[in-house]
């Protein structure tokens, strides 16, 4: 290769600039992507309005703000420009029409979404917790691209997952709705025609809006046992009730090896049965619906603490070939430059 200087430098040159290429595809990321994560960063550190996440959550849940992933939404400081915002197709609908229509696998969801009044033909309005969270999130779009609120609506018509053509993913591939905002964790699997398959690989996700997981929470009717933490609840003594063929039922059976584990089919009777000490001592629930029903039934009910992992909660999004990198345009000429001069630098090194 010494008798050959130019061809080694032209190979490594094309080298450098496809590593430099690749690298930028990477970090692509799609414009409604960046647009909301703007939006949720915003939410999420805003500490005095009732539109920011610590007001949203303490109407819900009361004071403490146990599951706000402020750490997962740092660097997304930047509004992208109205004309890049416009570029793309989703968001060019959204600007012209003034709302967002969001995907949820239900309109009957306490405390998530409830009290669905209708406005358009296959989508209208809630209130709950989610519910405000998308309506944070529509009014600060809103206000940065067109000076005036968005509203957001939620579709009535899309199950979880009941068919390969008849699920949530698909109808948001489809463009039934602009975006997913129905408690979806980013960590999880799809049933596919090709079997199970990351979530990420079907949809982009933004930064999360909330952690999710599975709570314990206490009855405090019971008098046969004694427990005030979730350390105390492993003992055969107590009886935890969950839904039955559940993550809930997966995870208490796999940390708490002497407590009585009852199961049920009907997800609300491990609730209602803790409630009224009837059955339960206490019981498993996702965790947005143990902190609202702690809440609500207080005194009867203390919420103990998550058990289990926690995960991200973030909004779904078509894929998109509509994209910006993430790196700033200063950093990527940087970093392609950096490996340019490492491409010169090796060929002098082996010519020389």
Known sequence: MKGHPHLLFVLALCLAILCCSCSTLLQAQSVSVRVLNKAIYDMLNDKTTSRGFT????SYFGDSVMHAPVDKCTTFTTWPAASEAGSDPTFANILSRKYIVFGTNSVNNNPKRYNYV???????????FEADIASSIAYRIGMQYTNSPFNAYFVNN????????????????????DFILSGMGTNATWNTTQGFVARSS????????????????KGNLATTVTFNSLSDLDQPEITLCVQQGTSMETV??????????????????PYTLTRDAVTCHAYVAPLINGLFQAKTDAPKLTYLGLIGQSSD?????RKSAVSSPKRSSASSVDFCLMLILCAIFSVLAIVI
């Open 313 to 317: 909660v973030s909004i779904a999004v």
């Open 158 to 177: 899309t199950k979880w997952f009941n068919t390969f053509t008849d699920n949530i993913i698909y109808d948001l591939q489809i463009s039934k709705f």
């Open 118 to 128: 209708g406005v358009g033909s296959n989508y209208g309005s809630c209130t709950g």
């Open 252 to 269: 208490a059976r796999q940390l708490l090896k002497k407590t009585n584990i009852t199961t049920f089919v009907d997800g609300m009777l």
């Open 55 to 58: 007001s949203i959550h303490q």
């Open 202 to 217: 079907l949809v982009d996700f933004t930064c999360p809006y909330q952690n999710d997981g599975n709570g314990v929470v």
